[in-house]
DNA sequence: TTTTGTGAAGCGCTTCACAGCT
DNA sequence: AGCTGTGAAGCGCTTCACAAAA
């Protein structure tokens, strides 16, 4: 694939592409364009995506039983090994290949299988407290769909994942859109 | 509020955070810090968040119906008017605040309310044709959570939600702070 | 000849430093 | 005294232009 061609892919300039793959060092030959495989694995050594790491779901609702129903996690390197859930009723009824849980049992379950990464998807009401169990439990970084701007120490990562933010930019594309008329 | 004070919370610099409320043209005064309502509404303005915007929920199966109960939409200035499912049955047996209408109501429903964006959450199979019906229907801008890059049309904004992402901006983080031990 | 890789220039965001306002 | 607003400098990403490679 050449740089003009990851241009129209991506809409980034086929000067950026060329400079920033560049810097990841793996030698592509001049002439031919990049191969996708090669150039794949050379973005994750470069961002360190080169190894899997183990995740859990915390709150099994209706957007958490959702992401435990994807089934796209394991081919890009992320293991989705359990779920947990307040209601240890929910935890039985749902049928689900991964492992589930009652509350109680997720600084045991984390510590001991590993886990790194928490997709959290409870009320905004207990994120908070939710988080703080999971820091107890040590986990690394915390995906967070609730409403809630989480306190987290440092040395702890926070993805936050909020649908009005994205309405926010697709709004103000539109309105920079229209007023050239 | 002080630009310290915003540094502290946003985590950008207040010297950026000066300069860019600057640009916003609102007339704050020197010496006390910027009061919250009037910088929100100066953010708004520039941004073009200053009007309401109609918006519709395609495909309700278990993020669309997480969406649907959630409440925070109006007090950001989106109002959630219509859900849209291809089971009959599954609009007739939900039950919803919002209205909910089968497929084949999509285009009529959208042009009828005057709908601008649409939360694409259908299964990844069949996203492109649920958005050529979006675009037929006129819809301006999506948001979309299936996980599949959409074809559209010049004109027509898409904004991308994928679990996936999140997870390897979180694992990057985590591999870059390793590697300083 | 086509396409990459890269010095050099361009450009914009960030930071510094401080005048000016309250 | 404290904080904002802004020229000026700094810094890094982007783009240009072209030599080197296939």
Known sequence: MTSAELESVTGCSSH??????????????????????????????????????????????????????????????????????????RVEILSSTVPLYPNYKLSEVIGRLGIEIALLCVPAAVAQTATEKLINARIKGIVNFAPTALVVPAGISVQDVYVVDELRALAAKLSSAESLQ
């Open 16 to 89: 950026t592409i060329r400079r920033d793959i560049s810097y990841l060092g793996g030698d592509f030959s001049s002439g031919a364009g990049y191969g996708v495989a090669a150039l794949r694995k050379a973005i994750e050594t470069a961002l360190g995506l080169d190894r899997r790491r183990k995740c859990c779901i915390v709150g099994l609702g209706r957007l958490g039983s959702a992401l435990l129903n994807f089934s796209g996690f394991a081919e890009e390197g992320f293991d989705l090994v359990a779920g947990f859930d307040a209601s240890v009723n």
